[in-house]
């Protein structure tokens, strides 16, 4: 299995601040890595898909980068509906895995 | 706008079959692949499989021997079923869906709600 491996795996920010979380797979899976950002008792909503592509209706403060084994999400001006906890995906091979998760917290 | 929605026992015995079933509304279930995903009280989050409405499936191998999926197209629904559970299985399980299933082409764009299911006696 590939693992996933999040970092921080929480984070202290403020309204405004621009803010980024990285993820490292145990393997290369190409550009295959998704993103996601759950709140408190909801299902997690699908943010970034292969990378860097916004989902439709995600503002465009939010960004992704990388390739092969590292990756990053960054949001450019934190907003209050911005806290919440992000995994990272990948889908490059089954069983699809992943990360543990970065929980954004108000400083 | 389409909606899942999961339902099921909320507390199932060690031993037993915790059996889900997920129903698609507002929307077709055909010619899309549906997961279910688990999320443990520590947050860490496991796909468990998918079946694609011709019957398909793909499993997790660590669960593929107790594990089935079943469609029923007229119903617009989906079903888990995990027998021999343990405590380990307790968790908010979601069902999901995904237009693909080829490398790279996985994300789960629409989700259910989450349903816990608690194993205990």
């Known amino acids: 299995d590939i693992q996933m491996t999040q970092s921080p795996s929480s984070l202290s920010a403020s309204v405004g601040d621009g803010v980024t979380i990285t993820c490292r797979a145990s393997q290369s899976i190409r550009n295959y890595l998704n993103w996601y950002q759950q709140k408190p008792g909801k299902a997690p909503k699908l943010l970034i898909y292969?990378?860097?592509n916004l989902q439709s209706g995600v503002p465009s403060r939010f960004s992704g980068g990388g390739f092969g084994t590292d990756f990053t999400l960054s949001i450019s001006s934190l907003q209050p509906d911005d806290f919440a906890t992000y995994f990272c995906?990948?889908?490059?091979?089954?069983?699809?895995?992943f990360g543990g998760g970065t929980k954004m917290e108000i400083k | 706008q389409v909606q899942l929605q999961e339902s099921g026992p909320g507390l199932v015995k060690p031993s037993e079959t915790l059996s889900l079933t997920c129903t698609v509304s507002s929307g077709s279930i055909g010619n899309y692949y549906w997961s279910w995903i688990r999320q443990f009280a520590g947050k860490g989050l496991e796909w468990i499989g998918r079946?694609?409405?011709?019957?398909?499936?793909n499993f997790n191998p660590s669960l593929k021997s107790r594990l089935t999926m079943s469609v029923d197209t007229s119903k617009n629904q989906f079903s888990l079923k995990l027998n021999s559970v343990t405590a380990a299985d307790t968790a908010v399980y979601f069902c999901?869906?995904?237009?693909?299933?080829?490398?790279?082409?996985?994300?789960?764009?629409?989700w259910g709600q989450g349903a816990l299911v608690t194993v205990s006696s």
């Open positions: 292969a990378t860097s």
């Open positions: 079946i694609h409405t011709s019957g398909s499936t």
């Open positions: 995906q990948q889908s490059y091979s089954s069983p699809l895995t």
């Open positions: 999901a869906r995904s237009l693909s299933s080829a490398a790279g082409e996985v994300q789960w764009d629409l």
